[in-house]
Nanobody, 126 residues
Framework: VQLQASGGGLVQAGDSLGLSCVAS????????MGWFRQAPGKEREFVAA????????EYEDSMKGRFTISRNNAKSTMYLQMNSLKPEDTAVYYC????????????????????WGQGTQVTVSS
């Protein structure tokens, strides 16, 4: 499985930004997906996850109401819409695939994910 994240950039606080993650090499609907992020000097942290069908989602508490995860299995693509961005959202954002997930499962631990994209930088200025 190969994952390619894109859509990062430099925005101002309060702006919106959308990230995409395109998957290849396997049937996209066979695995759950997640977004994680890593700020300088910090550990990689969970952002959001979505089940194989797209019917189940999970968010880290501080992202609830601001971020929306979605997927289009026909396009082998996952999305992360980020609204009301804050400077503390500045990080490299990674997409990841969980090949062992059951149909409705979403995972928040990075240890559950088998494949990772290369990351895309999001910088939010104050």
């Amino acid at each position: 499985v190969q994952l390619q994240a894109s859509g990062g950039g430099l925005v101002q606080a309060g702006d919106s930004l959308g990230l995409s993650c395109v998957a290849s090499g396997s049937t996209f609907s066979n695995y759950a997906m997640g977004w994680f992020r890593q700020a300088p000097g910090k550990e990689r942290e969970f952002v959001a996850a979505i089940s194989r069908s797209g019917g189940g989602t999970e968010y880290e508490d501080s992202m609830k109401g601001r971020f929306t995860i979605s997927r289009n299995n026909a396009k082998s693509t996952m999305y992360l819409q980020m609204n009301s961005l804050k400077p503390e959202d500045t990080a490299v954002y990674y997409c990841a695939a969980d090949l062992a997930a059951t149909y409705f499962y979403t995972g928040s631990s990075r240890l559950e994910y088998d494949y990772w994209g290369q990351g895309t930088q999001v910088t939010v200025s104050s």
